[in-house]
């Protein structure tokens, strides 16, 4: 990881991130076969009529020293042919376009995989660079959870067992009754964790492609492009840590490798993008599948820290499984595993309905964000008349200020939270029943 002075004087740097994946010097240090990259070079050239050095540097990702050795042993095989300079100046880069012969052999790369882009980093590589970004390196501290939770109004108690369990790293179960924020915390961990990691686009198993990285979850570090970084491999993103949420679409086979026959390329499972973050299971128990069965295919990952993926000729091989999972759910433990698998949850959380304290402080909170005032006396009226017999909740507040805003608007009335239009929000938003 040198870099000379020169670079220290002509950028302003941030300090370099031992963890940083540095480039490949060498066709073997990129822990690929030549013969793989080889292929993956011929079918970067049959994307268009002619390619340089740097071009398939660019596609594929890797240092320009080795795109030429690439290069020079496709021309070699006589896949390549010279089309002369890319410019008129004399040290611009030569074109090089696919031969007869090239075209053949690009075709039969395609067949055998269709993927075409940034060379993949080995299961090596990846295992040991999420292993250096564990997210069991990261402490969150009371003021960062605190900081995460703004806007919510939760006990001092419930705050108190969050800290140590995010802290953790580990696996957690929030429950209780619904609408009281499970969600709403589970979510707030992106706000937890400030490190970035770095993220492959793709890995290569046993010479098949897994893409691994995924705009959908996976968010570049905004000023990326800002910092300099000496030699970097350009074949890994820095991203922040990622979250993903699955709810009643999740299902076992997302959990394992999915096989695309047409381009055989597969696509890594969800819990695997997550490494290095965390992986949030909403409404726990009202996935098509039973819980305990989700809890069972998990018992090995949670308790050991790994996971065995199956590519579809049979081959089994192990990845890390580095992440906080949070699973949130309104359903009792007791329905949803036995003492065994809610074993494998280390940390279980009791989210309660709000005290009379806390949802009038909701309510007003949400009342001031809506512009809707609000009668003190009248709204202690309405809660000691609705809620002497029902359990309160956290969402109650909203639901019933955006009826009372809607109607008022249509009636072209003031907007407030009167006992009146109170009473009417609650028979328009709640079942009799």
């Given at each position: ?5 020169e ?35 011929a079918?970067?050239a ?24 690439l ?21 611009s880069?030569?074109?090089?376009a696919?031969?007869?012969?090239g075209f ?8 055998q995989?269709?993927?075409v ?13 999420v292993?250096?970004q ?17 806007g919510?109004?939760l006990s ?31 979510e ?7 490190q970035a ?8 198993v046993g010479?098949?492609?897994?893409s691994?990285?995924?705009?959908a979850?996976?968010?570049?570090v ?22 993903i949420k699955?709810?009643?679409e ?7 490798l999915?096989f ?26 009202r ?11 998990w ?27 949070v699973?949130?759910?309104n ?5 949803l ?9 280390k940390y279980?959380?009791f989210?309660?309905?709000?005290s ?16 809707i ?19 309160a ?6 639901y ?23 009473e009417?929000?609650w ?7």
């Open positions: 990881m040198q870099h000379s002075p670079q220290d004087r002509e950028h302003v740097v941030t300090p370099l991130d031992p963890r940083m994946p540095m480039a490949p010097a060498s066709i073997e240090e990129t822990g690929l076969e030549s013969s793989f990259l080889l292929r993956l070079a079918k970067c049959a994307e268009q009529d002619t390619i340089t050095a740097s071009h398939l540097a660019d596609r594929m990702k890797l240092p320009k020293v080795l795109a030429n050795v290069i020079k042993e496709l021309v070699k095989l006589a896949f390549l042919e010279a089309r002369g300079l890319a410019g008129e100046d004399v040290r880069d030569i074109r090089y696919l031969s007869l012969k053949e052999y690009a075709h039969a790369a395609s067949r995989s269709q993927y882009g940034p060379a993949p980093v080995s299961l090596d590589a990846f295992c040991r660079q292993n250096l564990s997210i069991h390196d990261e402490r969150v501290t009371q003021e960062r959870l605190i900081e995460s939770l703004e919510l109004v001092p108690s419930l705050i108190e067992k969050l800290g140590p369990a995010m802290n953790s790293g580990r696996s957690i179960l929030l429950y209780g009754p619904p609408g009281n924020g499970k969600t709403s915390i589970a707030r961990t992106s706000h937890l964790f400030r990691i770095w993220v492959p686009y793709a890995i290569e010479g098949h492609v897994i691994f990285y995924d705009e979850v996976h968010q570049p905004a000023d990326a492009g800002a910092i300099f970084y000496p030699k970097a491999d350009q074949r890994w993103i820095e991203c922040r840590r990622p979250v699955t709810g009643g999740l299902t076992l086979d997302l959990l394992d999915t695309n026959e047409g381009p055989n390329v597969y696509e890594a499972p969800v819990h695997l993008k997550a490494s290095g973050g965390v992986f949030i299971i909403d409404d726990f128990g996935q098509q599948v039973a819980p305990q069965s989700l809890i069972n295919r018992i090995v990952p949670l308790e050991r820290g790994y996971d065995f993926l199956t590519l579809h000729t049979g081959k089994k091989f192990k990845v890390p499984f580095d992440e906080l999972v699973f949130s759910t359903i009792a433990p007791k329905d595993s036995d003492e065994a698998g809610l074993r494998r949850l279980k959380i989210v309660n309905t709000p009379r304290d806390e949802y009038l402080k909701i309510f007003k909170s949400y009342a001031r964000d809506t512009a005032d609000v009668d003190d006396f009248e709204l202690n009226l309405f809660y000691d008349r609705k809620y002497g017999s029902m359990l909740s956290c969402y109650h507040p909203k019933l200020l955006d009826f009372v805003g809607s109607y008022c608007e249509f009636n072209r009335m003031p907007k407030i939270a009167s006992l009146a239009t109170l009417r929000a028979e328009g938003v709640f079942t009799l029943e």
